[in-house]
């Protein structure tokens, strides 16, 4: 009987020690793995700080071109106006150099940062981002366009028994002031909207590379112990647009003082140039 009991406790001992080396190889493993996914997030935020930066002052740097172009545009319709001769026509043209594209991190969108905020944030700037810098590729195609109508203008009233340079100049200049226009308009509607979004996610992202970055997520996107009476009621909560204009609010002085910063700077350093 002694025996038996012997080598009961002898397989009960054998079975409980790989059973707890199982559950500690587990543990291990989870925590193993817990440490590498918090590594992964703070290398996505970390690289989200780096290319939002660089979005940032490239955006800051093209806005400028786009208003140095438009102002020799305008010079340029301004020198056709104030031509005088009846016999002239104005073929002056200004070059419309290649505008600078907004650095895009192409991968930000499918990083893992456990923030519904960040994650549709840099969903936004991504499609804005691709967007401006297809539309400021076409400036340069339309402004060409432009300037091939004018010829083709040119050529039209001189095969006219009595050709008018003045109608071809008078052309030329409202063409060249409304294409003038149309940038302007689009760096004083389209271009802010950009910059706020990046400023939004420059901020809040510093916020969770900090060292209490977790209570800072979790106090305004947590849903674990919060009451829902469902997981539709909880998906609901942390993925409407109230939740991100919530969060809008929380940092909007932030925000808007980082915008006043930043165009400070972008004003002095366009004088220091001129």
């Known amino acids: 009987m002694e025996e038996f009991l012997n080598k009961w406790q002898t397989l009960i001992g054998a079975s409980l020690g790989a059973f707890l080396a199982v559950i500690g190889s587990l543990i291990t493993y989870a925590i193993h793995s817990a440490n590498e996914q918090r590594k992964e997030r703070r290398e996505f935020l970390r690289r989200i700080e780096i290319s939002i930066t ?32 009846s016999k002239t026509f104005c073929l002056d043209r200004v070059n419309f150099p290649p505008v600078r594209e907004v650095y895009r991190d192409k991968e930000a969108p499918y990083f893992k940062v456990k923030s519904y905020y960040l994650h549709n944030k840099l969903l936004w700037i991504d499609a804005g981002i691709k967007e401006v810098n297809e539309i400021n590729a076409n400036f340069k195609n339309d402004f060409t366009d432009l300037i091939r109508q004018n010829e083709l203008l040119i050529t039209l009233i001189k095969e006219n028994p009595s050709p008018d340079p003045s109608v071809q100049r008078i052309a ?32 809040y992202n510093e916020y969770l590379r900090k060292k209490y970055g977790c209570w800072f997520l979790w106090k305004h996107e947590g849903t674990k112990f919060k009451y829902f009476r469902n997981k539709t009621e909880q998906k609901k909560f942390s993925r409407n647009l ?5 969060i809008d609010k929380v940092i909007q002085k932030e925000v808007e003082d980082a915008i006043k910063d930043a165009e400070e700077r972008a004003l002095k350093l366009s004088q220091e140039k001129q």
């Open 54 to 85: 660089q979005s940032l002052d490239s955006t800051y740097k093209m806005r400028q071109q786009l208003q140095q172009i438009a102002q020799r545009i305008k010079d340029l319709a301004t020198s056709a106006k104030t031509m005088t001769d």
């Open 172 to 203: 030329y200049a409202k063409n060249l002031e409304s294409f003038a226009n149309v940038i302007e308009e689009y760096i004083k509607n389209h271009i802010p909207q950009g910059i706020e979004i990046m400023t939004q996610i420059k901020i």
């Open 242 to 246: 109230d939740s991100l204009e919530k």
